[in-house]
């Protein structure tokens, strides 16, 4: 395999093929040394109990406790959406705890920075608000968000931020999450050896996990990191390697909580740590993030992004990281060694999280700032044992921080904010439908080739696209997060966007921030004329080259909430015609929606099309004609040339 097959990012590209490299291990090379287990890869493999691991490789065959093919595929595939929902909403655990912490006072360094927010969520919660103060409210809320986790009866309250009409779904299926922790644990107690053994019945409880983290875990995750650390709006910022600088102590952030990175933000800020890192012969100290970490800090601060999933280690190989300080999800161990080849300390801060060989600094709350300074300090002492530094060029810009919130207010401000221009321009035909692509890297398949070429065909089929986690950063290496992207855009999605003043591309945040787009869709629902429930919208999902747990409790939120979806790379449950048969045909009877896994990109685009204009149809809307809003005979070319002679303001 070239390197170029490995990647498109040209940071990526230089790196893999420098002469130093070649003998480097990475997940790129790792990946074409380890040949994936066919058995277990499509879902074959038992190994629940130590009478196994039982592979089901013949037709008919089953495992020694009699578990069958399907039985076998559909437990795997509920584990794993089990562990990812249980990631997510961790996460939002900690996030919870945090905001009591800094309510009670225990937690001095942080502040409640939305009070909007705060009090929106605790309308959410049914929580009343007159009278009372800041930190007052806060706890309420932080400990209403608590008790969701340890719920054992009843239904989480965010269910009730659905569509009507989907609440009813869930509540005629039997799928509305009971508490976030009990649906996690029943999912593992269910396909522990000698329990629920009906597939169908297997996952439909992997959808009740499933949901209990996008209408729980994550969901409260984001409403309350926006609560600590601010709703995002959008800013500019940068993307890839080449945002390291040669000349300042690199402090790369990575994994994904805000808690600990907004810290070291505070932390480098200081003056005497800036001193500190002067008097080491630094010009000072840059910042810059990987994974949802990066989009946290970039949604909030503009913090560069210096890049996703498959770039940890490439950061590392341009000498110029002093420290990667991470937290949690999506760390290789990887680095440890890595590192060890270089000045670059690598800092593990979870109390869930160690890693042999790393530097363990536990981020306690009481002193967030002082640890944060700690940790800097580090990294300005690795500054001095640098050997050669040779840091890509690849930069590019972006435009960040679209929170469900700010799309509503730039539909008509403050006052009149709404989803009328959007939901008027997909009525009309103007933009053909919306699509979230988002989720990881994989190194099976080339890095950000499938992100960025189904953005690319999406926009230019007047397909509106938001982006999150690592896909948004994948996309923001390639321009595609710049306003400039909209010279891709089909005739009509290019002129909403004008109108509107949005680029075509959205970044809506991080992975647990998918949640937003639940709740952008909840919204364009409600604002009407696009039927009454979210299976109704002529929208998509996407992970094209998802890897993770994480991403599966996603996509089956996603599905479950109406949004027909499509994963790349392949099928964990292949091996299992029933199973397929259960997560398409199966979802798309019960909750109007398909999780489809096909790895070929242009029968991905080809699928998101289709299902886009049959909802179209369904919703008895215009036929979708690419050239309605092109003038006839005249490129846009021409038109901009035009614009140009005549002064008008163009934005490309
Ligand atoms: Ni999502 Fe974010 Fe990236 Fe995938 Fe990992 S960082 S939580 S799991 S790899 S998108």
Redesign the pocket.
């Known amino acids: 395999m070239t390197e170029k097959k490995r990647s498109i990012d040209p940071a990526a590209i230089e790196i893999l093929e420098r002469p130093e490299c070649q003998e480097v291990s990475t997940a790129f090379s790792r990946a074409e040394a380890m040949k994936p287990c066919p058995i277990g890869a499509d879902g074959r493999c038992c190994k629940n109990c130590a009478m196994g691991p039982c592979r089901l490789t013949k037709e008919g065959q089953v495992g020694i406790c009699g578990a069958t093919l399907e039985v076998v595929a559909a437990r795997n595939l509920a584990r794993a959406i089990a562990a990812g929902s249980a ?2 909403s961790d996460h939002g655990r900690g996030v919870a705890m945090t905001l009591l912490a800094a309510a009670e006072g225990h937690a001095p360094d942080y502040k409640i920075r939305d009070i909007g927010k705060l009090t929106r969520v605790a309308g959410y919660l049914d929580i009343p608000t007159e009278g009372k103060e800041v930190n007052e409210l806060s706890k309420e809320v932080a400990e209403e968000a608590l008790a969701q986790f340890g719920q054992q009866t009843g239904e989480i309250i965010y269910v009730k931020r659905a569509p009507e009409k989907r609440q009813e779904i869930w509540h005629n299926l039997d799928v509305a999450p009971r508490g976030v922790d009990r649906e996690v644990v029943e999912m593992l107690h269910r396909t522990h050896i000698g329990n629920d053994q009906d597939p169908e019945h297997i996952l439909d409880h992997a959808v009740r996990t499933a949901l209990a983290d996008g209408w729980g875990g994550s969901m409260l995750s984001t409403d309350l990191t926006d609560i600590l650390f601010g709703t995002p709006s959008p800013g500019q910022a940068q993307a890839n390697l080449g945002v390291l600088k040669g000349d300042e102590v690199n402090i790369i952030v990575h994994g ?1 909580e805000p808690t600990l990175s907004e810290m070291i933000l505070a932390a480098v800020q200081d003056p005497e740590i800036i001193e500190y890192a002067k008097s080491k012969g630094a010009k000072g100290i840059n910042v810059a993030g990987i ?2 970490t990066a ?1 946290e800090l970039l949604m909030r601060q503009g913090v560069p992004l210096a890049g ?2 498959l770039n940890q280690e490439l950061a590392i190989l341009t000498g110029a990281t002093d420290a990667m300080v991470v937290d949690i ?2 760390i290789m161990e990887a680095l440890v060694p890595l590192s060890q080849q270089f000045q670059t300390k690598v800092i593990t801060t979870s109390n869930k999280v160690k890693i042999q060989g790393a530097i363990h600094m536990p981020f306690v709350e009481e002193r967030a700032l002082e640890v944060a300074k700690e940790i800097v300090r580090l990294g300005i002492d690795a500054f001095t044992e640098r050997g050669k530094v040779n840091i890509p060029k690849a930069v590019d810009g972006l435009v960040g921080g679209f929170s469900h919130e700010y799309i509503r207010y730039m539909q008509g401000g403050i006052y009149r904010g709404s989803f009328r221009p959007l939901n008027d321009a997909i009525m009309a035909g103007r933009v053909r439908g919306a699509a979230g692509v ?4 994989n190194p099976r398949v080339c890095q950000d080739e499938a992100h960025s070429y189904v953005v690319r065909k999406l926009i230019e089929n007047d397909v509106l696209v938001v982006v ?4 948004a ?1 994948a996309n923001a290496k390639y321009g595609l997060l710049s306003p400039d992207a909209i010279k891709y855009a089909g005739h009509g999605l290019r002129e909403t966007c004008e109108a509107v003043g949005i680029p075509p591309v959205l970044h809506m945040g ?3 921030d998918n949640t937003r787009i639940l709740t952008l869709l909840t919204e364009v629902v409600a604002e009407g004329g696009l039927g009454d429930d979210i299976s109704d919208l002529p929208v998509v999902g996407f992970a094209p080259e ?3 747990e ?2 599966l409790a ?1 996509g089956t939120y996603f599905v479950a909430s109406g949004v027909y979806t499509i994963f790349g790379v392949k099928s964990p449950v292949a091996a299992s015609e029933e199973v397929t048969r259960l997560i398409t045909e199966g979802w798309e009877e019960k909750f109007g929606a398909q999780l489809v896994f096909e790895p070929d990109l242009d029968k991905m685009v080809e699928l998101a099309l289709a299902h886009i204009d049959k909802k179209r149809e369904a919703l008895g809307l215009t036929e979708y004609d690419p050239q309605r809003f092109a003038k006839p005979g005249v490129t846009w070319d021409e038109v901009m040339g035009y614009a140009e002679k005549v002064g008008a303001p163009v934005s490309s």
Request: hydrophobic share 30%; with cysteine; net charge positive.
């Open positions: 990631s997510h994904h994974c949802c989009n996703n999933f999800q999506c988002v989720g990881c890297n999150t986690g690592c896909g950063i991080s992975c647990v998802w890897m993770s994480k991403a996603i």
